[in-house]
């Protein structure tokens, strides 16, 4: 084992998956099969880029953060392993599945740092408009050679070339899968539609947070008559990659002894529980751990727009206030994602499905989100209801 392995997985079991019992089977299960599809990603991305002008698109294309790409390979692993892949075939499905996020999470990285900060249009205040813009792919790159390259934070934003990041990986993606595996091919197409539908939304609320248009914000999420799961619902986009690369995955993978029925009922299950499981990570750490910085940037993070509901300033103390008076705002915002990782659970294991890997995802994302809730109500100092922590201590006891 080379030593930047050897760090790499001394890293993520003693650093990222500290205090979990799960974190040491998991990493021995799956760390190998992570890091050679790593390495075979990165190869094929330099394979790509010749040119020297081409270098700071291959920067970005290889800039993925191992933090998002790692927990979508245990998945993909997970659900190829249960199906019978092994060996090089399953690193492959592993790469494949990193293209596809890959896409999508520095397809995110544009929309955060180029779209939100610098691209305002009077008719954006359309969500259909923007969704129609953003899906096309000649426009987008026309709004970015317009926006150009521009300093933020510290650091040099290059608008073209983190955009044509996004889009080389999908290029790639179809080239791999299109052929290979059409149905799950064209599954991915229908779920990166319904992505840019997300997306839409998500920088119409963005721009509005950007320029305090409190009155917009509610009336938008009020829309669908409960505010609160309409805020919860703008949440979605990590859950609705994690739900439906599971679908893709196992479409791929597919035994073909298997019944159609048999196949669509397990990626129903499926769906289910990487939905829940990956919403629930959402909200504890992603929104919960990066609320200051979220602040700063006017992004459409979850407890800032709970807090818009009561208050008018977009502010840590807002945040801090609507909690306190509000402590079991939880119960409509994390019971559910464990209520979901429940039934998706039961609904496999019922199916006769090995439910091996999903009872250690339970405990890891169980476990996780316990310590950065603890985390996030120390910091704010708060305390929230934790009927959820009491249903995911169940949900735990269940399986062991």
């Known amino acids: 084992m080379n030593l930047s392995k050897s760090i790499a997985r001394l890293y993520i079991q003693s650093v990222s998956l500290r205090g979990i019992p799960e974190g040491k089977p998991i990493v021995?299960?799956?760390?190998?099969?992570?890091?050679?599809?790593?390495?075979?990603?990165?190869?094929?991305?330099?394979q790509e880029y010749?040119?020297?002008e081409e270098?700071?698109?291959?920067?970005?294309?290889?800039?993925?953060?191992?933090r998002v790409m790692f927990p979508i390979s245990l998945q993909t692993a997970s659900i190829a392993m249960a199906n019978g892949v092994t060996g090089q075939e399953l690193v492959d499905v592993v790469v494949d599945q990193m293209f596809a996020y890959g896409e999508a999470t520095i397809g995110d990285d544009f929309h955060d740092d180029v779209l939100v900060p610098k691209y305002y249009p009077e008719d954006c205040d359309a969500i259909n408009i923007i969704y129609e813009k953003i899906k096309d792919h000649e426009i987008l790159r026309a709004i970015a050679?317009?926006?150009?390259d521009f300093q933020a934070d510290g650091?040099?934003?290059?608008?073209?070339?983190?955009?044509?990041?996004?889009l080389k990986q999908a290029e790639i993606y179809k080239r791999r899968m299109s052929k290979k595996s059409p149905k799950a091919y064209e599954t991915y197409l229908k779920a990166r539609d319904e992505l840019y539908r997300i997306q839409a939304k998500s920088l119409f609320i963005s721009h509005a947070l950007a320029h305090e248009k409190i009155p917009t914000i509610r009336g938008e999420l009020m829309r669908g008559g409960d505010y609160v799961l309409s805020a919860v619902k703008l949440?979605?986009?990590?859950a609705f990659i994690g739900q439906e690369n599971a679908a893709i995955v196992f479409e791929a993978t597919q035994p073909k002894d298997i019944s159609d029925d048999r196949a669509e009922r397990i990626k129903a299950g499926l769906r289910l529980f990487y939905h829940g499981s990956t919403l629930l990570k959402q909200f504890t750490e992603d929104d919960s751990l990066r609320l200051k910085k979220d602040i700063e940037k006017r992004a459409d993070n979850l407890w800032v727009l709970l807090a818009l509901q009561e208050h008018e300033e977009i502010s840590e103390d807002s945040i801090k206030t609507y909690l306190k008076s509000n402590p079991k705002i939880t119960q409509k915002v994390l019971t559910p994602s464990v209520n979901e990782i429940r039934r998706g659970y039961q609904y496999l294991k019922d199916l006769d499905y090995d439910v091996s890997d999903l009872q250690l995802a339970i405990g890891l994302i169980t476990r996780q989100a316990e310590r950065d809730m603890g985390k996030f109500e120390r910091r704010l100092g708060i305390d929230l209801d934790k009927e959820w922590l009491k249903e995911a201590i169940k949900l735990r006891e269940l399986i062991e």
Request: aromatic residues 12%; without cysteine; charged residues 35%.
């Open 28 to 46: 021995n299960r799956f760390f190998d099969i992570y890091w050679d599809a790593r390495g075979l990603r990165k190869n094929l991305i330099r």
């Open 50 to 52: 010749q040119k020297p």
């Open 55 to 66: 270098k700071r698109e291959m920067k970005y294309t290889l800039g993925v953060r191992n």
């Open 145 to 148: 050679e317009d926006i150009g």
């Open 155 to 166: 650091k040099m934003i290059f608008s073209v070339e983190l955009l044509n990041a996004a």
């Open 235 to 238: 949440g979605d986009k990590l």
